[in-house]
């Protein structure tokens, strides 16, 4: 595959700063205007990660667009290099009556636009480290940070929102949804984050949103096609597009490659150095593999539940 041009873009209008209501309670949910209206509202209301600041914030689209970067919002309690944080970091897991120790207290931080390798053998923990800072799960005892604002103790509903807005996820075995086309799957955080109504308001241009990031990834001619239908590395690259149809602002990789050959695995790595290096998207990755490892431009080890430099 040839690389393709990326370029920096914006989209009018992706954010309109509202929520549906906070899940199982109903609470409402008002529009943030700053950073500074982060909250974790109580009760299952949603945590507001909505500003025009971030809803102005640059989409990654084809070369063709007009290049602007508008990413000056700082962090009100980190160093304003520092995007992702975890300090302290542990984590357990149970089989049966056995207690299985996995992290002992991670230290890590990321900076924005930087590309980060974790290494590590199977069965590290390197995977559950990614989960953490992703939020998938939570860790039994420390902190994590996003952008200075703690993220470990949100709600079930708060972590929903940040993943769907501000974190992108790619994953060793894709996670398709097998009943949705190429172009339904990269749609799908799109339906979600917008709601029906809004999203069916705006489907024309959201459909030419995830179109356009397809093309970017060479599935262009491929938008039909259900994922059987689909290569290893074409699952990649559709999986690549729907982590980006949110403009995240961190993407963060589960062995990327690790399914793939190595023809393959090259080409999935060729357009997440273009990311990082022509978009500053801050990556994360996490592999078994020093040589697709050296493509990033920080490594740290992770051995016996703890980092160190590679």
């Keep these: 595959m040839n690389d393709h041009g990326l370029s920096l873009g914006r989209s009018a209008g992706i954010r309109d700063g509202r929520l549906r209501d906070g899940g199982a309670t109903g609470a409402g949910v008002a529009a943030a205007t700053s950073l500074d209206d982060y909250a974790d509202l109580q009760r299952g209301e949603v945590a507001l990660w909505s500003s025009p600041q971030l809803a102005d914030r640059p989409l990654i689209v084809p070369r063709r667009a007009v290049v602007t970067d508008d990413r000056n ?116 955080p799109l339906m979600i984050g917008n709601g029906l109504f809004t999203y069916l308001a705006s489907r024309r241009r959201l459909r030419a949103q995830a179109t356009e990031l397809l093309d970017m990834v060479g599935l262009g001619h491929r938008l039909r096609h259900k994922p059987r239908e689909l290569s290893g590395g074409e699952l990649q690259r559709a999986a690549i597009a729907r982590a980006l149809v949110s403009q995240p602002r961190v993407l963060l990789a589960d062995e990327p490659t690790g399914n793939l050959d190595q023809g393959t695995g090259e080409e999935i790595m060729r357009i997440l150095r273009t990311l990082n290096r022509e978009q500053k998207l801050t990556i994360v990755m996490v592999t078994h593999d020093a040589a697709i490892a050296a493509s990033a431009d920080r490594q740290v080890r992770l051995v016996e539940g703890r980092l160190a430099q590679a």
Excluded: C
């Excluded at 103790?153 to 097998?178: E, T």
């Design 73 to 188: 919002v700082q962090p009100s309690a980190a160093p304003a290099e520092t995007m992702l944080t975890a300090r302290g970091v542990t984590k357990s897991y149970r089989r049966g009556e056995h207690v299985i120790p996995v992290l002992h207290g991670v230290d890590v931080d990321i900076r924005g636009g930087e590309f980060l390798a974790i290494i590590g053998q199977s069965g590290s923990g390197k995977s559950t480290l990614l989960h953490l800072l992703g939020t998938l799960d939570r860790p039994d005892d420390g902190e994590i940070y996003f952008e200075g604002h703690r993220i470990d103790n949100l709600s079930p509903a708060g972590r929903d929102v940040l993943r769907n807005r501000h974190f992108g996820m790619i994953f060793q075995f894709y996670h398709l949804l097998p009943e949705f086309t190429a172009l339904q799957n990269v749609l799908a």
